[in-house]
């Protein structure tokens, strides 16, 4: 459908259209101090996963409209996240979720990855839908349930996607609980987050010594009234209960209107227990939007306390991912644009005057603090971006290579019209 040949072929063309974009930026940013190649290099590195059930059309509320082409297994999901990652040269890693993608041979698997340059990030497990050989139902929670045999089929399919993981190489479960309730004096809190606790300390005893487990929260959805792991207190909570391999997780859409997420962000990586992201954007709720198409200033704000968290901290290593659901876009165009808003940020982020910030808090001056933050996010750093992305062989622009190449069309044309992928 493309080749490496045509993107180098392209970026030849674009190449002075490009140098006249970079040049005068790069000059500005030596003349501010930054070392542009140290941004680049950091840039180079920054890669973020692609989960396997971002691949299809998700669906809204009413209904879901395919877009075509979309992939019938993971062979195929594999291959389009190979494909973007040829574009983009950012999305080396794919994330499994279990039960929808389960390998049924890991080593061909590996192979089929490895050929298209990616590996495998954190395996995610499923107990928000009932499978059709279950035993038992999660309508009324699973890790949290009253029936303790209802919360052992929970722990054991968590720890059945752990070895899944193993089997691929990937080294981090995540666990998102759909568990809570929607009527007062449904649960009692104490006891059900008690029986949470206790069945995420049987996966966590089944985690390669390798590994972490990232524990996911959310305010509400599907339940409304209570959900057993609501904020990112009660995430910590339980990390912090079960060891040093559990971490938690922040998903931008996973939150109450108007949460100080940069301030979360802060607060868990001075405590070396932010274990990575869920990257998407909303407007009312947990919309799955693309990344930063509504709020882009608090995304860079975000990012801004990741840069100054992985230089001043010692929390671990993050992983990267994003979760959205594309129900109006071509998900291989959405992931296209959602990456390269994710590497806007960062590199906003990375050109911000510590210096000067620091200078500014300690002063109290806040009017100079909002300046040197502004400056930075009001910074044009496509052309960084750019250069990163065709220095690791990647498209000068991804999406018009996506469009110019047809590509849907091919895999239409390959697939068919009608093809549905798993997932959300």
Request: negative net charge; proline residues 4%.
């Amino acid at each position: 459908m493309i080749t490496k040949d045509n993107i180098l072929q392209n970026n030849a063309d674009q190449k002075a259209k490009h140098q006249k974009r970079l040049t005068p930026l790069a000059d500005t940013l030596s003349d501010q101090g930054i070392d542009v190649e140290s941004v680049l290099k950091k840039l180079d590195t920054f890669q973020i996963a692609v989960p396997s059930w971002a691949l299809g059309t998700g669906g809204t509320r009413f209904a879901r409209f395919p877009e075509g082409g979309e992939p019938r297994s993971l062979e195929e999901k594999i291959e389009d996240v190979g494909l973007l990652h040829l574009l983009n040269a950012s999305s080396n890693a794919i994330s499994l979720h279990i039960p929808w993608d389960i390998p049924k041979d890991a080593t061909a698997i590996k192979q089929l990855a490895s050929s298209h340059g990616l590996l495998f990030d954190a395996v995610n497990s499923n107990t928000f839908q009932d499978q059709p050989d279950a035993k038992v139902s999660y309508k009324f929670g699973s890790l949290c349930h009253v029936d303790k045999h209802v919360r052992d089929e929970a722990v054991a399919h968590n720890k059945e996607v752990i070895d899944h993981g193993v089997a691929l190489g990937s080294k981090a479960l995540t666990v998102w609980l759909a568990d809570g309730s929607s009527f007062p004096g449904q649960l009692n809190f104490r006891e059900a987050l008690q029986r949470t606790q206790d069945s995420l300390q049987q996966i966590y005893d089944h985690l390669p010594a390798d590994w972490k487990v990232l524990v996911e929260y959310k305010p509400y959805e599907p339940y409304f009234y209570s959900m057993v792991i609501p904020d990112w207190g009660t995430s910590h909570l339980l990390a912090s209960s079960l060891g040093e391999k559990a971490l938690s997780l922040v998903d931008l859409g996973h939150h109450l209107p108007n949460t100080n997420i940069e301030q979360i962000v802060a607060i868990l990586m001075m405590q070396k227990k932010l274990g990575g992201f869920h990257f998407n954007d909303s407007k009312y709720g947990d919309d799955d939007l693309t990344v930063a198409s509504i709020k882009p200033y608090q995304f860079f704000l975000i990012f801004n306390e990741l840069v100054d968290g992985m230089q001043n901290t010692k929390n671990p290593e993050l992983s990267w991912m994003i979760d959205a659901s594309h129900n109006l876009k071509d998900p291989i165009e959405d992931l296209i644009q959602a990456i390269e808003a994710i590497k806007i940020a960062y590199a906003q982020a990375l050109i911000v005057d510590r210096a000067a910030l620091k200078k500014a808090q300690t002063a109290n001056d806040v009017s100079a603090a909002q300046e040197v933050l502004q400056n930075a996010f009001r910074t044009d750093v496509r052309a960084l971006v750019a250069e990163s992305r065709m220095r690791m062989g990647g498209a000068y622009d991804p999406l018009h290579s996506f469009r110019e190449n047809q590509i849907r069309r091919q895999l239409i044309a390959k697939r068919g019209l009608k093809t549905v992928a798993t997932g959300l």
